[in-house]
């Protein structure tokens, strides 16, 4: 009787929680973040349509990452043209098929 081993995966699973993230957002609006992986890595966020988009190998392979989960946590969900994250709403964009959009009042034209 032959036994097979199971294959250890290589790939480096890293659990770690947007409590942990180290992000900072600037006056004019940026954000960014510090690697927990990869010392010194600086990673920028920015507002998309449905939340923040990280520019991590985390977040270009899976569509998420905790830099992103932490900007929701600490900042809200930053409106998609202008960055402001005050007063933002969620709204059906009926321009790209009825996909959520994520707009301050004053880009959404509201006084």
Do not use: K
Request: proline letters at 5%; one cysteine or more; glycine letters at 10%.
């Amino acid at each position: 009787m032959t036994t097979i081993a199971p294959v250890q995966s290589t790939a480096r699973r890293c659990g770690h929680t947007p409590v942990a993230a180290q992000i900072t957002r600037y006056t004019d609006g940026r954000v960014f973040a510090l690697s927990l992986t990869a010392p010194g890595q600086v990673y920028e966020l920015r507002p998309t349509p449905s939340g923040w988009r990280c520019d991590c190998r985390g977040y270009q392979y899976r569509g998420s990452c905790y830099h992103a989960a932490a900007a929701v946590a600490r900042f809200g969900v930053a409106c998609w043209h202008c960055g402001a994250a005050e007063g933002v709403e969620s709204y059906v964009n009926h321009y790209d098929g009825g996909a959520r959009i994520e707009l301050c009042a004053r880009c959404a034209g509201q006084p």
